[in-house]
């Protein structure tokens, strides 16, 4: 998988996003506010950037981390 460069946005039969594969350089997601998350993911000097909304409070786990994630925030655990 490491060798095919991903662009992909799949719709599904609504027209709703359902899937997004995107080999990125940098991937962030940001919560703005309650039920909104923004995410980018950046390749060389270009980005695709997605708002994710809900009525609801999104909650997201970090559920695997192969790569060692940190919690660089002030504070942070």
């Known amino acids: 998988m490491a060798d095919k460069v991903w662009s992909a946005v799949r719709l599904d039969a609504a027209g709703q996003v359902d899937d ?13 506010d309650t039920g ?13 950037t997605f708002l994710i909304e ?10 695997d981390d192969d790569i060692g994630c940190k919690d660089d925030s002030k504070g942070g655990r």
């Open 20 to 32: 997004v594969a995107v080999t990125a350089d940098l991937f962030r997601l940001e919560r703005m």
């Open 36 to 48: 909104v998350f923004w995410a980018a993911a950046y390749r060389g000097g270009k980005r695709v």
């Open 54 to 63: 809900s009525s609801a409070p999104i909650t997201v786990h970090v559920s």
